[in-house]
């Protein structure tokens, strides 16, 4: 069974940092491109950033770009969001999502994890 | 970017009755690169529907999707208590940022 287990959110300052971890089950990690998403309160779906294992490849959206790094460690089939500079505007759950396998749906986010919560406040 | 506009922002409905619920996008989806998500308060998105008209696994067939190009729908045939929930469609075009509807609210008349 897929399960994608997400930590490391809590209370952070204006200006503070926060990792944040992705922990994966049930499917070969190095072999699926992952992403995180959030979501704000009472918001929709913001995609956030993409992470290919396989080609190194990553994307930010502009509005965090510059301040989150993503990252995954194969070995300990985790994925990582390093949030610096934070902002009130970056207050939301996080979730990571497992990008699918190519097929002829195209390649989808096929499971999500249950989320981590991201507070941003003084 | 693609923008997704969802319409409505909330349908009022009965069990037992049909959902329509629609997805527009600012320019055309190559492929019908288009999935519909179901959300349910404090839980994750589940994925429904994935190149805007396959099932995903497990998902009942009352759900059924069908659209191209910039019109997409999302069509839930019979209400069932449980289908209550808010809903997204999602591009995932080929490059990112991929980008999500609004959501609609289905909820209880």
């Known amino acids: 069974e897929v399960q994608l287990v997400e930590s490391g959110g809590g209370l952070v300052q204006p200006g503070g940092s926060l990792r944040l971890s992705c922990a994966a089950s049930?499917?070969?990690?190095?072999?699926?491109?992952m992403n995180w998403v959030r979501q704000g309160p009472g918001k929709g779906l913001e995609w956030v950033s993409y992470?290919?294992?396989?080609?190194?490849?990553?994307y930010y959206a502009d509005s965090v770009k510059g301040r989150f790094t993503i990252s995954a460690d194969n070995a300990k089939n985790s994925l990582y969001l390093q949030m610096n500079s934070l902002r009130a505007e970056d207050t939301a759950v996080y979730y990571c999502?497992?990008?699918?396998?190519?097929?002829?749906?195209?390649?989808?986010?096929?499971?999500w994890g249950q989320g981590t919560l991201v507070t941003v406040s003084s | 970017e693609i923008v997704l506009t969802q319409s409505p922002g909330t349908l009022s409905l009965s069990p037992g009755e049909r959902a329509t619920l629609s997805c527009r996008a600012s320019?055309?989806?190559?492929?019908?690169?288009l999935a519909w998500y179901q959300q349910k308060p404090g839980q994750a998105p589940r994925l429904l529907i994935s190149?805007?008209?396959s099932r995903a696994t497990g998902i009942p067939d009352r759900f059924s999707g069908s659209g191209s190009g910039t019109d997409f729908t999302l069509t839930i045939s019979r209400l069932e208590p449980e289908d209550f929930a808010v809903y997204y469609c999602?591009?995932?075009?080929?490059?990112?940022?991929?980008?999500f509807g609004q959501g609609t609210k289905v909820e209880i008349k």
């Open positions: 049930g499917f070969t990690f190095s072999s699926y491109s």
């Open positions: 992470f290919s294992s396989s080609s190194g490849t990553v």
């Open positions: 320019q055309s989806i190559s492929s019908n690169y």
């Open positions: 999502a497992r990008r699918s396998a190519s097929s002829t749906s195209g390649r989808y986010f096929d499971y």
């Open positions: 999602q591009q995932y075009d080929s490059s990112p940022p991929w980008t």
């Open positions: 190149g805007a008209s």
